[in-house]
């Protein structure tokens, strides 16, 4: 009823162009009185069923009722003038009347799926007109077999109708229950958001457990290590609520990607410096290949290209007991134009097929808990948004125990760097 009321000035047209058409073969008189009479409906549900006041009025049975009478009433006058064109009309209105019928037909199985009840009130006046059809037909002179395709006509469009119904129910019915996972959805995320709360008020409480030793003690060694305590803790911080920051941005479609020169050069190997360190530490060898490929500038985001492959670093590294981290170079000549190749392979402990599967998923995470600890689980999903909003795409191939790949590609056009500067240090990105 909501959506009929903000349909009035639709059928009031329908009516206006309507009527001069009918006039053809009823008559001005009663193409006239048909029009009155329609719009005078129109304009009396609008004012029983305004958008603001429908679902209000619905609440009761009365209104219900209500709603029943007006819509049996507004189909019963609009299939009328079809009775009106068959018998009047002569042989072209005789099919004019009847394809006009079975229009109101198809109208209220269409505008009527979300009830039972509004559909037998709508299709209920159609109906009846199409089985009195025969019954003009043979009062005017026409022989029972050549009525008989009328009675088939009424029959098919009853089952025809009921058919159609009960399919577009279903339709219906899916997409309120896909509407309903949806917001089962958002709850998760709502219960996510939560659930990162909670995460942060640990490395809160350390943070303030550093300050208060180094408020209460004044050794060196005390201060040195509360110092380290909170800038471990603020770093973790920092990256849960980028990672919230940046995904809410997406979800909501307000993250843009900057395209302006960058030396991707300089960005690719004070990448890998900067993770050359921690590769060592965990006993790896990270490789650098294709390197002489890379031109000195490029046009795209420094700082979301950094981020992508410190993630992919990152990810590597962590999940990597034994072996080497690679990232392999090369550049792709497409019919959609030049590509840059960056493929960060590991020989780590590689991902099964059913966790390959939701790996780009929000809030997966995979391996150990201790691997998890500090990360989001929107690492990659982030990654990969990222890459198609420049234009490009994030993949991942891996088999158990034999490592993963993950390739990233990104439009390249040659452009001059910008001026050489010091390289700015982006944060370490996070897990899976």
Known sequence: METRARQLRLRLAICAISAPAFQVFVGWRLAAGWCVLYAGLQLTERMLFTPHSSRSRLDNSGGRRLALVVLFANFVVYGGVGLLMFWFGGEFGRVSGQAFIAGGLLNAVLTCSGSRSMFVAAVTPSIVYMFLLPAMALASGAS????????????????????????????????????????????????FVAMVSHDLRTPISAILAGAKTIEDHEARKAIRSSAALITSSARMMKILLDDLLDFSKIEAGRLDVDHEPLAIRTLVLESVRFWRPEAARRGLRLRLE??????????????????????????????????????????????????????????GAGIGPDDLSKLFGAFEQFGTQSDRSGGTGLGLNISRKLARLMGGDLDCESRLERGSSFTLTVPFEEAQPPDAGPGRRARPARGR
């Not at 109708?161 to 399919?167: D, T």
């Open 144 to 191: 029972p077999l050549q009525a008989a395709p009328l009675v088939l006509g009424a029959v098919f469009g009853l089952f025809g109708s009921s058919s159609g119904w009960s399919l577009h129910h279903r339709v219906l019915a899916a997409e309120t229950m896909a509407r309903a996972r949806a917001e089962q959805a958002t709850e998760a995320k709502s219960a």
């Open 290 to 347: 294709g390197a002489h490929q890379l031109p000195s500038g490029m046009l795209g985001d420094s700082v979301r290209l950094r981020q992508i492959l410190n993630n992919l670093f990152s990810n590597a590294l962590k999940f990597t007991s034994r072996g080497r981290v690679s990232l392999v170079i090369r550049r792709d000549r497409t019919d959609d134009g030049d590509r840059l190749v960056l493929t960060v392979a590991d020989t």
